[in-house]
């Protein structure tokens, strides 16, 4: 995946249905992307800040997601193959991690939207 976490943030940031799905959390979202992650910073259901979630312990999350270069690749294909549609049915069958919280289940709409987004620019970067 080549997509910047600059050019993720400013799409989602603007994206109404990514905003209306987060807009009452506060705290982060981490994404490890193999090789390296994401922090997906939330305050008051805004989302202010997309860091570097390398240095991020899980125990700062409230929701984590995760997988390895290759479960990316199949979850963020414009046609995904079975059980690659989303992150939660892409951990159910196929190993992608995602942690058992509150938060998780509460904001599965919004890591689904996430996923979306990610997909489209994905494949505008490929």
């Known amino acids: ?3 910047s976490k600059e050019t993720f943030f ?3 940031k603007n994206d109404f249905e990514f ?3 987060t807009r009452y959390l506060t705290g982060m979202i981490k994404i490890d992307f193999d090789s390296h992650a994401w922090a997906l910073i939330f305050q008051d259901g805004e989302l202010v800040e997309v860091v570097d979630g390398g240095t991020v312990s899980d125990e700062d999350a409230k929701v984590i997601v995760g997988g390895t270069k290759e479960q990316w ?3 963020l294909e414009v046609k995904p193959k079975p059980f690659y549609q989303c992150i939660q ?3 159910v069958k196929h190993g992608m991690r995602i942690n058992v919280a509150h ?3 509460a904001y599965l709409p919004a890591l689904n939207r996430m996923t979306s987004l990610l997909r489209h620019l994905n494949s505008q970067e490929a």
């Open 89 to 91: 049915s892409a951990a």
């Open 1 to 3: 995946m080549k997509v």
């Open 73 to 75: 690749l199949a979850l």
């Open 10 to 12: 400013d799409l989602a």
């Open 19 to 21: 905003k209306r799905e």
């Open 103 to 105: 938060e998780t289940f």
